[in-house]
């Protein structure tokens, strides 16, 4: 990660960083599937002991042998007295539908941010539909994370306190009318815990 200026009343884990989701080290994703395999059968069937034995172990040796798959979520709670609208998005083209989220509810992204360097996105605007909409942006690689909060695209909630943090690490605090904590700024966390972004 390209390195630029520190603020030093930040975590001592984390440092705010000029970087953004369409940079160069959010780019490339591996796609990779992995099968499952069951076995059923309709009638019994008896097997060795030492044949039985033997299926058990190669099938937990293939648990063991399967990769983990890291992923951390964006997670919007709306505090405010009003209800707010927000979809996800991701630097690979991923996408996902407008929701709902009522006064004093939470929703969770659809498109987490996996341990791959490829973005992803919520945002979230006051009025169904509109395209003005404020929004929290994450990556994810080698056990750290980046995000920051940009309004390049609206800023429906600038009235009113924007909060976001990975499980209390790394903060960013917006007091409502202030913009100082808007992109270009970013945190670089380390942490792959979720991010969550309060509105009021």
Known sequence: MPTTQTQSNQPSSCTLKHLHLDSPILNGF???????????????T?????????????ASLA????????????????NCK????CSAAKNDGASSALVKVKAGRHYKSPLP?????????????????SRKVF??????????????????????????HRHAELAGQCVIDCPAG???CYYP????????????????
């Open 135 to 160: 929004q929290v942006e994450l990556a994810v690689q080698n056990g750290r994370s980046w995000f920051d909060l940009s309004a390049i695209d609206g800023d429906p909630f600038l009235s009113h």
């Open 82 to 85: 009003f209800n707010v609208w």
């Open 30 to 44: 591996e796609e990779r599937q992995y099968q499952i395999y069951s076995f059923s059968s309709n009638h019994t």
């Open 63 to 78: 648990l063991l042998a399967a990769p983990t798959v890291l992923a951390s979520d964006i997670i919007v709670q709306n």
């Open 185 to 200: 700024l970013q945190v670089d966390c380390a942490s792959t815990e979720n991010a969550v972004l309060t509105i009021c």
């Open 178 to 180: 202030s913009t100082s």
């Open 113 to 129: 941010a996996y341990n791959d360097n490829v973005g992803s996105v919520l945002k979230c605007t006051d009025v169904s539909g």
């Open 46 to 58: 008896h097997l060795p002991t030492a044949a039985m034995f033997n299926v058990l172990k190669l």
